[in-house]
């Protein structure tokens, strides 16, 4: 009976071998996942991979969160110089095409193209302290700018904001020694011109700063900002001494006396040429033009040295430096002019002093001042005329310009008219009058 049941169990376990996979019934199960609740035994277990008989949708990842809104429309990624957002919105609301437009990074102002946005932006910064700023870089320099650089810039500047629309304020021949001093050997004195307004290039082989158009009101208001700094800074500076320097140094300023706040004491004298009354040559004996042995070797060596200067090839800027710098060691000039009548007067002038007040000095001392007249230098190769005015667009010439310093002798050629004829220097004058001195003669 035992046997019995072991071969029934073995046929059965033969029978459930060989049979085909659909007799399998029952629920199938994926390596680990767990039993899904909507499959059937209807479905074949050969299905499981199906999508149609197997749906199962994808978990949904969830969505960022919208970024916050702001009032003030800022985004860190945009740029400085960058279409105007608001214009837009103003222009799509209108229901009209928005126009592009760049807005200015400073006050915000909308401009129809960067072109414009460019030239609006150099007045902008300056006026909203650009100027400002490089004036105090200049006065924090190491080493800081002394008192009579710092009065350089700020006559500068003042000229600028007193006559903007001057074209000789608005050009500076950065070779003036004192401006060059002041101003291109000094740390940011070239950015301080340049933020004012200024383009520092060169004009035939010279530094030059100039200013090509009329500054506008906002780089005006800059210039203003920066001056009142310079003035804070050194206001308590000795003034007298300051300015004088400053007003030698600025070659655009006409004369010392443009601000009236200097009188010259002109120290007036007149003379009587008397004709004849020329110093009497003594007669000196034969051993007078002997030369000694050391005075023959003192002649030749200076002109060794003459002969060895001239060999030198030394450029005419350097040579005409070299000779300003010895005209201007003189403090003054005496100025002698002479009459048709043989009467000479002097005065006292200052190098830096123009032209035109010669003419008002000789003016001022005739009776007859309606009378027009030239003052004629004896120059070589021929005399010239001493300028009375400037030609259109040129400054004054000054004494030291002319090479009438230390002193001169100018001639008066009257220019006489049926109704104005020369009559002589005033009364007064003539009374103290006094001879020539023989030496002068």
Known sequence: ?????????MKKITSSGSGTPSSFKGTSHVLGSGPSPSSSSSHPASRPSDPSANPKPAPKRPSPPPPPTSTTDFTPYTPLVSSSSSSSRRSVANGTAAAATIACPSCEDAFPSELAVTEHLDGCLASAGGARARAAAYLAADPPPPPAAVEVVKRLLGNLLREPSNDKFRRVRLGNPRIKEAVADREGGAELLEAVGFRVGDEGGEPFAVMDEVPSDARLNGIRRALLLLEGAHSSAAPGKVEAEAKESCSNVPDVL??????????????????GSSVPQNDVPDSFYKLSGEEIRNEAKMRRERLEQSRLL???SYKEKHALAARQKYKQAV???????????QGIFLPGEATGSLYEFVTSALKQQ??????????????????????????????????????????FIPKETDSVVFTGLLDELLEASEPLPAASQ
């Open 335 to 345: 100025i002698r002019v002479q009459f048709p009548d043989r009467m000479i007067l």
């Open 1 to 9: 009976m035992m046997k019995d049941k072991m071969k029934g169990f």
């Open 258 to 275: 443009q601000d009236g706040a200097m009188t010259i004491d002109r120290q007036i004298r007149v003379f009587v040429s008397v004709p």
């Open 370 to 411: 309606g009378l027009e007249f030239e003052l004629i230098s004896p120059a070589i190769p021929k005399p010239r005329v001493v300028p009375h005015f400037p030609n259109p667009g040129e400054r004054a010439r000054t004494l030291q310009e002319e090479d009438l310093v230390p002193s001169a002798l100018l001639k």
């Open 314 to 316: 030394i450029p005419k």
